[in-house]
Nanobody, 123 residues
Framework: QVQLVESGGGLVQAGGSLRLTCAAS????????MGWFRQAPGKEREFVAG????????YYADSVKGRFTVSRDNAKNTGYLQMNSLKPDDTAVYYC????????????????WGQGTQVTVSS
């Protein structure tokens, strides 16, 4: 098990940027792949981005490709989601999650979830 805490959310104007941070504890973070998900009111939780434990492979939803960058610093037990060119449709609660599974894009692969951080993008 690994415990995760997200931070870095907030209110930004369209076109602005935020960097979300996922701090891990309780178990060796480097053993887990990390995923980022988001959920807007009235919508299902959706995959945003993911990164393998090695950091060598990354995955992105089509809606965020070219705008978001996922990374990790295993020495600091920390993951990041850099979000640029934000749009109002990006407004959601963002969650980080950790999995030992190779199915990085699949919500049900994750056992450990953070509490979420709100991202609001105004027009």
């Amino acid at each position: 098990q690994v415990q995760l805490v997200e931070s870095g959310g907030g209110l930004v104007q369209a076109g602005g940027s935020l960097r979300l941070t996922c701090a891990a504890s309780g178990r060796t973070f480097s053993s887990y792949a990390m995923g980022w998900f988001r959920q807007a009111p009235g919508k299902e939780r959706e995959f945003v981005a993911g990164i393998r434990w090695s950091g060598g492979s990354t995955y992105y939803a089509d809606s965020v490709k070219g705008r978001f960058t996922v990374s990790r610093d295993n020495a600091k037990n920390t993951g990041y989601l850099q979000m640029n060119s934000l749009k109002p449709d990006d407004t959601a609660v963002y969650y980080c999650a950790a999995t030992m599974s190779a199915l990085v894009r699949t919500t049900t692969s994750y056992r450990s979830w953070g509490q979420g951080t709100q991202v609001t993008v105004s027009s």
